[in-house]
């Protein structure tokens, strides 16, 4: 079974950065298109950007279009992303996984928190 293992996250002010990282424990992971995705208490999980698994093809969620960047490292297993211009509206548990598009998700890890204060 594939584990995902989300870190970087952290407390941070309005307009500063953080960067992403997952890793995930298998090869499948250089042969699958992913994605960040995160969740606030009370609501549901949402897409904030994919990646395809050679990394030639990004989206965004409107909210975050100009600010972050997902990226890969196939060689390492690892999924990145780049947070600038951070709001409190980000603020939310972060998670990595499938892109949403295959219907189908490992099992989730912890998630890494972000906290953007105002």
């Known amino acids: 079974q594939v584990r995902l293992v989300e870190s970087g996250g952290g407390l941070v002010q309005a307009g500063g950065s953080l960067r992403l990282s997952c890793v995930a424990s298998?090869?499948?992971?250089?042969?699958?298109?992913m994605a960040w995705y995160r969740q606030v208490p009370g609501k549901q999980r949402e897409l904030v950007a994919s990646?395809?698994?050679?990394?030639?093809?990004?989206t965004y969620a409107d909210s975050v279009k100009g600010r972050f960047t997902i990226s890969r490292d196939n060689a390492k297993s690892t999924l990145y992303l780049q947070m600038n211009s951070l709001k409190p509206d980000d603020t939310a548990v972060y998670y990595c996984?499938?892109?949403?598009?295959?219907?189908?998700?490992?099992?989730w890890g912890q998630g890494t928190q972000v906290t953007v204060s105002s």
């Open positions: 990646i395809t698994h050679n990394g030639d093809r990004t």
């Open positions: 298998e090869s499948i992971f250089s042969i699958s298109d």
């Open positions: 996984n499938y892109d949403r598009r295959y219907g189908v998700f490992l099992s």
